[in-house]
């Protein structure tokens, strides 16, 4: 089991990245809210993970809190959830969120995330409720000491954001059409890609 990595990040392609460790290149896949607070490439970065081992593929994913890893473990404990529908959920919206919305029997707000539907929805309320109910400061969902990858970012914006962005929102689960229009409604030359992603998933919400 890999449960963190240490190194440089080498890249950024939301919702991947590519950071070096000791010259060994490894790909990981992150919720869009954890991607928002990641260094500049090139910087230092740490990121706890869960390893995941399928016939064709191994598959690394990354966050930057235990807290929100352990949300994302009991994601995949839901029937019909599973890596990738729970990297959409916590794209969509950030760990608190979610619990509140499970909290709130708000199905209505979960079904606005990719590839959760009313069932799946109504399914997460019935089954994280339990799960969630003493998630709060003083529970091991939290951290007692969070990663830290803040810094100066000087972000590079690429040869196509918009591109960029679509095809990001389409990895989360957003249909191309979907994420197309989303994209047209907030896009600005002056904007990364990142910031592409972060209002057009406000605007899909």
């Known amino acids: 089991m890999i449960g963190q990595i240490q190194g440089t990040l080498l890249a950024k392609q939301p919702p991947e990245v590519l950071v070096d460790v000791n010259g060994v290149g490894y790909e990981v896949q992150l919720p869009m809210t954890c991607f928002y607070d990641l260094p500049a490439t090139g910087q230092p970065v740490t990121l706890v993970t869960h390893f995941v ?3 064709d593929a191994q598959l690394l994913y990354g966050f930057n809190s235990l807290s929100e890893r352990s949300l994302f473990r009991l994601l995949i404990k839901t029937q019909g959830v599973g890596p990738k529908l729970a990297l959409g959920i916590l794209s969509g919206m950030s760990a608190d969120e979610f619990v509140f919305a499970v909290n709130q029997n708000d199905v209505s707000r979960l079904v606005k995330l990719p ?17 969630l ?7 091991p969902f939290t951290d007692a000491m969070p990663v830290d ?29 979907q994420a197309e229009k989303a994209i ?6 002056e904007h ?10 406000k605007e899909l919400s």
């Open 192 to 201: 990364t890609s990142e910031v592409l992603i972060r209002l057009a998933l």
């Open 184 to 189: 047209q409604k907030v896009y600005s030359a």
């Open 53 to 55: 081992v399928r016939e």
């Open 149 to 177: 990858n803040k810094g100066g970012d000087a972000r590079v914006h690429p040869a196509d954001t918009r591109s960029d962005a679509v095809s990001a929102l389409v990895a989360l689960g957003y249909k191309e059409n």
């Open 133 to 139: 109910k003493d998630w709060n400061s003083a529970t």
């Open 115 to 131: 590839g959760v539907g009313k069932k799946t929805a109504e399914r997460l309320v019935i089954e994280m409720r339990d799960r």
